[in-house]
């Protein structure tokens, strides 16, 4: 037998003046010859996908065990992916509890919910840990472009007292570099598309528009180099190729709306530039950047902090004038309980959309969404209660084949967290013996 | 953060609910201690692994609650979990589990796993503010050791682990450990105390009639047939871990625990050492009885808010002020 095909090497980019693209997961990275034992496996990624206020249990809880079935109505989106998720039940953060520090359950659920860590109350010193993303991103990053990436859909300020005497940096953000250094998620998505594709992110919004009169798609710069590899590729990888790079081009396409969206809409706000006026066109870009970051393992790690800790955002996209926090304190009001209901199913139903995106592309024998654990909730559980037990959670996706999913799964009560983070380290290859508070790795979660 | 005026001492009970009525009647006086506000329930565990000792906990906790009516604003505190060890039952069953006690409790996930129960329980109290009692073997106690970090957290916390010997040698590996690594003072109360102080039986008619569901009075008729006077041990533990300085008990000369194969505990003499026998003082026999009977059968009062809940707290800011920003 002669072997001709060559491995192409799982870190290969397009490269083109000033842009560099890094290329997805192709079959040409295995190599020719290799063995069950030496096939080169795609990497597993997780994210954490954060939504603030707690939720309506009555509408979030499914009731039952087991296999999904009959989902909630603030799961029904999630329809679609039950065999690609598991609900779970039961998990539990003491360190966002008062414990001893009295009011401020935004600003300790928010902290703690990936350190693990009750933050020391301030407004000035602040103090929280380092969060499990950050060491796992430290561990594998160094075959990525990037550590992590922290992504946000809210502007918030990183200073004052936010909730009850907890600084804004304890409620304005998900991942923690060091114990006293949060990581302020990214809003504007063509800041994060500049991170991953470019440079140019230092520009002003002025210099940028002069310059976008001329700009080419990233994608031009890198035609020639694509051209030629293409040559060298499978019908399939070719394939995947096209697909690959039209995403790109489609993001840069929804940054132009954007761009114009922003202009149109509020032209003389003191606005990000950049930031869509629409909640679900912001969501949908931000993962799109995720989804291509993912996909090309520019990172295998994010934070998305879907809005922050305690916000009062108004949903007039869905016809809530309300603000999101007030509504959550409810006082068992039908009518401000529905609305709460309706936000936690928009906020799902983008969620969703992100998980059709995984799932859509295709990682050998099995697709992104298979090869992640994206990680869906909240640092409380009833956002009128302010309760730390029982926080709504769901795990999309197989940790590279190795989870078992389509269940409904409840643990017993006062299951740390933190054991989920123990056992998510261990798929991302960073086995550790103990975190924030665990009492070890979350059982039921493996194929058996 | 640390308060300078702590409340009332918080008690950690794990018992062998359901083996012994004296396990129940010691929950009965706690309550009733803590409707006085001279303590407070910091957490409740079984170490008994039968979930139907679950549902006899849950009763009487849901009996104890039914004071405590919806709060300012509507808010009611959501019922605290009931912690049970899972595993092998050593025991036969008991009359008192045959009975078909009204629970929301269905399924082993609707409890809580003891030593984590246990943990974060003490993480919300005042350091030296928490006195532990354990009634029965010390599997959740064991377990609670194995956890990482945890002996600064009993050193900080708790002020003393009162043992009611009834039931202690059931887990000698554990009783072993427990003697081995407790960081805290432990006080031991032996069987024959229990025997020498037992609960009067003939109250149960009496001083616990206000109320004809009482589940005290069914547990104490249940267990055993009547009339009966119920050894004392895990009582004696509990009253003297509430009120250690009232003069119901004395204690032992210091020295280090052991326990022998044959599951016999033996106090070794040792000059500051950490362990002591609980010691009764035949002339208190009448006050003991008759507090155990007041505080075992008092009624359900509602507990003092803590603090209000959180909308009312949103309700005293100044309107204008979101959270979060």
Known sequence: MIVTRKALARRTFLRGAGAAVALPFLDSMVPALATAATTLKPPVRMAFVYVPNGVDLRNWSLGYEGNLDKMSRILQPLEPYKRDINVLGNLTHNAGRALLDGPGDHGRCSASYLTGIQPRKTMSNIKAGVSFDQIVGKHVGAGTSFNSLEVGLEDARQAGDCDSGYSCAYTNNLAWRAESQPLPPTLNPRALFERLFGEDAAMTPEARRSRNLYRRSVLDLVSDDAKRLAQDLGPTDQRKLDEYLSSIREIELQLARADKDSIRIDPGFDKPYGIPADFAEHFSLMTNMLTVAFQSNLTRVATFLVTREGTS?????????????????HRGQEELMEKVSRINVYHVQQFAGWLGKLKAIQEGDSNLLDNSMIVYGAGLADGNKHSHEDLPTVMAGRGGGHFQTGRSIVYRKETPMCNMFLTMMDRMGVPTEHFGDSSGPLEGLDLS | MQAAEKPPVGLVYDANLGQTIDSVLALALLHGFAGKQQCRIASLTINYPDLRAAHLCDAVERFY???????????????APIGIAEGHKAAPDLPILAKPWESKIKKWNDTAIPELLIRNALMAQYDGDAVMVLSGPATNLASLLKLTDILPLLSAKVRVLVISGVGFNADIPAARRVLAEWPTPIVCCSPEIGEQLPFPGASIDSAFSYNAAHPIAAAYRAAHEMPYDAPGAAMAAMLYAIRPNDGYFTTSEPGAFSISSD?????????GGPHRWLKADPAQRERISKIYVEMASAKPVAPPPRRLPPQLQQEQKPPAKPVGR
């Open chain 2, 263 to 271: 599951g016999a505990v033996q106090l070794q003499a040792l000059a």
């Open chain 1, 313 to 329: 955002r108004a949903y007039r996209e869905i016809g809530i004038p309300d603000g999101h926090h007030p509504l959550t304190h």
């Open chain 2, 65 to 79: 609650a039914s004071a405590t009516g919806p709060g300012l604003g509507g808010f009611v505190p959501a019922a």
